[in-house]
């Protein structure tokens, strides 16, 4: 009989050497030093500012022990690679404090990293430093990655204005109702539709490309991703900048595979779980009305589809949901952490 190795047969240092000293991007000459010292040392250029995000999943609440570790490992880099994309930002470095029972298997480990491995050269991000410590509970992953933007140049959620139209990136809803299937809250007969839906909600695309683009142009005033749901980070654009938004339910872009669930029997529930299932990791932005060029020269160039949804509007922060015209109540709300 063979005996699974774990993490603890490594070792602290030597778990660290063969699985993450290597997920370092060869050609990035602004680190100066990575993983091996006390702390990263990185060359920040004189006209770019900093910027800091990071996310962590736990075990229990944002994964289950059976969750495939290749797909953890992609997905734990790729929420934060969204929220860099969300003020128009460049990534470049994370770092990585992860919790492991010491009873975890090496397997786990090695494919944890080979997901983060596969996220970081496709986006082109260097892991620089990180801490491993055992865990007497659940694993815990954290992830706080860095970009830059040019210097007064990220875009806030907090600048919307009266008048602005709101876009939204690619399509809504899918991650919710892949995740719907999983658990059963949601039939859905043709298995490629399964299948997208599942993909959608376990390898979130970043729209990095046209975050940069909003940012180039400077056509965006406020951006933000969608991770609580979409009228809920709506809605803290509009916190954020004092205004109210109208969001037409109509206008939201839908995958054939969403649209065919919603043409099932209860598409009252199901479109809900669309404006509010959230993990939709698509970039919410505002800009002013007269943009329509500069809007399919975005298209053009990332191949990511932009629809206007809605408009800002004068009010204190609450987002008038609209179905034919007329406001439309829905029964829930987004993510809530507690
Ligand atoms: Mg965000």
Request: charged fraction near 25%; aromatic fraction near 4%.
């Amino acid at each position: 009989m063979s005996i699974e190795k774990t993490v603890s047969a490594l070792g602290e240092f030597q778990l660290i050497e063969t699985l993450f000293s290597r997920l370092v991007m060869a050609d990035d000459k602004r680190i100066i030093k990575g993983v091996g010292d006390d702390s990263a040392v990185l060359n920040i250029p004189r006209t770019q500012h900093l910027l800091t995000t990071t996310d962590t999943l736990i075990e229990g609440v944002h994964f289950n022990s059976d969750t495939d570790p290749f797909i953890l490992g992609r997905k734990a880099l790729r929420v934060n690679l969204s929220d860099i994309a969300a003020m128009g930002g460049v990534p470049h470095w994370y770092v990585l404090s992860l919790a492991i029972p010491s009873t975890t298997s090496l397997k786990w480990a090695e494919e944890f990293a080979r997901g983060l491995d596969e996220a970081g050269k496709r986006f082109n991000v260097s892991l620089v430093g990180g801490d491993m410590v055992a865990s007497t509970g659940p694993i815990i992953i954290t992830i706080t990655l860095n970009g830059l933007v040019g210097e007064g140049r990220a875009i806030m959620r907090s600048s919307a204005q009266v008048g602005d139209r709101i876009y939204v990136t690619g399509t809504i809803g899918d991650s919710a109702l892949g995740l719907a299937h999983r658990l059963g809250r949601v039939k859905i007969s043709d298995a490629h539709h399964i299948e997208f839906l599942k993909h959608r909600h376990q390898i979130p695309e970043p729209r990095l490309s046209v975050g940069k683009m909003l940012q180039d142009t400077a056509i965006a005033r406020s951006i933000i991703d969608v991770s609580d749901g979409l009228v809920a980070d709506l809605e803290h654009i509009c916190s954020a900048s004092g205004v109210g938004a109208r969001l037409h339910a109509d206008k939201v872009p839908l995958s054939d595979a969403a649209r065919a669930v919603l043409d099932g029997d209860d598409t009252n529930r199901m479109m809900q779980m669309v404006l509010t299932g959230g993990e939709d990791y698509e970039l919410i932005f505002t800009a002013s009305a007269d943009i329509a060029d500069a809007i399919s020269d975005i298209t053009d160039q990332t191949g990511v589809a932009l629809t206007e949804i809605g408009e800002i509007v004068k009010g204190e922060s609450v987002v008038t949901v609209c179905r034919d015209g007329e406001p439309w109540v829905l029964e829930r709300g987004g993510w809530k952490h507690f």
